[in-house]
């Protein structure tokens, strides 16, 4: 459906490997050609765990973009672009600050998860505590319906709706707001009026989550609206007020387990991973060694897929054929373990080599990268510019 708005960031910890690619990169690459998509490098976020050195910030920048756009992002369809490039992420960040409670941000799991896990890090600080809330800013500030992310982020965007509901509840209080209302619905003219009461009917007696998706697609479809007679359009909808932000939804899509060469999960921290242009040598490398059935100790020992993680990488990269020789050879030891990782060495190599020739031109043309970050940056901030406008008004602070 037209005009239903997707957003998600990426932190820039350096190259990405297999991990990130099957884990969220390449169900952007689908959703950019379903959805409005906004997608961008949360720089700012890297500075919550990672202030003590910036000297990599910048690279790490530039070279996540690279990967994403070798891997298949499209700027001509998808806007990309750097948090820090668009300032009103702060100010949404600051302006939300003031109305959360502290306990919201203390009790996100990661918070103490986190705190934790990078121990030698001084994570005491202002920053850090905040980071959901700038997630939610981040959400907000292009009043995304859908937020592509992982299970780890679900409490953020979670967290994100509360403030959503709070932020409307308090600033979206307005004198004579049902006849504002009654104007709007008129101003849409006689079709797209009847239309919009009817779904917002369905939606209010029998909860049809269709009717109003369907329902906030006409009000945002609509040019002609101002933009306070669309968020009191939209905030009709679900309820008495209007509704300056949006509550979003988790866009869970079921992506690959990952193993890495250890047979963990592939992460960074672990040190297992195969990077997204990564030489082919040293690929070839690295599965050769990649973990297998700890119990398949000799070549005439049958083993079990399930208990090894090649096995699932055979899930991600291999067809349906190959997939049944692994399962057969693997259990009756017909098979060597070098023999069953062949055919993903040549398909993981494959892949890989698509994607870093693909990046060669963007390394070697970094004014066309930046040029594309730029007007992804300019295109944000219009839509940026829009919803700071509401929210100012909102709180009775447009003055200049
Ligand atoms: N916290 C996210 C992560 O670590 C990155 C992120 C920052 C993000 N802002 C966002 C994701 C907004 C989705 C929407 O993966
Ligand atoms: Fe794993 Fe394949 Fe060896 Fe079986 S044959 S243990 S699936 S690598």
Redesign the pocket.
Known sequence: MQNRRV?????PTGQLHLGNYHGALKNWIELQYQYECYFFV?DW?ALTTGYEDTSKLEENTWNMVVDWLAAGLNPGVATLFIQSRVPEHAELHLLLSMITPLGWLERVPSYKDQQAQLADHDLNTYGFLGYPLL?SA??LLYRSQF?P?GED?VA?VEITREVARRFNHIYGREPEFEQKVEKAIKSLGSRNSAMYRSLRKQFQEKGDADALARAQALVEANARLTVADRDRLLGFLEGGGISILIEPDVLLTATPKVPGLDGRKMSKSYGNTIGLREDADSVVRKLKAMQTDPARVRRTDPGDPDKCPVWDLHKIYSSAQTQAWVQNGCRTAGIGCLECKAPLIEKIVEEITGIAKRAEEFEENPDLVRGIIAEGGERARTVARETMEAVRQAMAMNYR
């Open positions: 957003l998600s960031g990426m932190r949360a976020h997630q981040d959400i937020v992310v982020q953020h």
